[in-house]
């Protein structure tokens, strides 16, 4: 299990750019897959993007893609999502979550471990 905690949520206007950032505690991050959710008012939670463990590879979310970079840094513990050309529609709660891996075994298939959430807010 790992504790996660976003940060580096804000306000920004539409068109520029800003990072986000995952920490987690505990040391077998490195075997977890880690995603990035966002929530929007009145929406239900929808997947942005994830970096595998291993270095097994990134996603995006079709609505993402080119304007989102996830990376992981394993000896800080931390993910971050890079976010550039941002539009009012990527207004949301935005939250990082696990998906615990083993070597041998593969993925347990579903996020387990949730941070709190750190609010975006872009103005058109």
């Known amino acids: 299990q790992v504790q996660l905690q976003e940060s580096g949520g804000g306000m920004v206007q539409a068109g520029g750019s800003l990072s986000i950032s995952c920490e987690a505690s505990?040391?077998?991050?490195?075997?977890?897959?880690i995603g990035w959710f966002r929530q929007a008012p009145g929406k239900e939670r929808a997947f942005v993007a994830s970096?595998?463990?291993?270095?097994?590879?990134?996603e995006y979310a079709d609505s993402v893609k080119g304007r989102f970079t996830i990376s992981r840094d394993d000896a800080k513990n931390t993910v971050y999502l890079q976010m550039n050309s941002l539009k009012p529609e990527d207004t949301a709660v935005y939250y990082c979550?696990?998906?615990?891996?083993?070597?041998?075994?593969?993925?347990?298939?579903?996020?387990?471990?949730w941070g709190r959430g750190t609010q975006v807010t872009v103005s058109s």
């Open positions: 979550a696990g998906m615990q891996c083993r070597a041998g075994y593969g993925c347990s298939g579903s996020y387990s471990d």
């Open positions: 505990g040391r077998t991050f490195h075997s977890y897959n």
């Open positions: 970096t595998g463990w291993s270095g097994s590879g990134t």
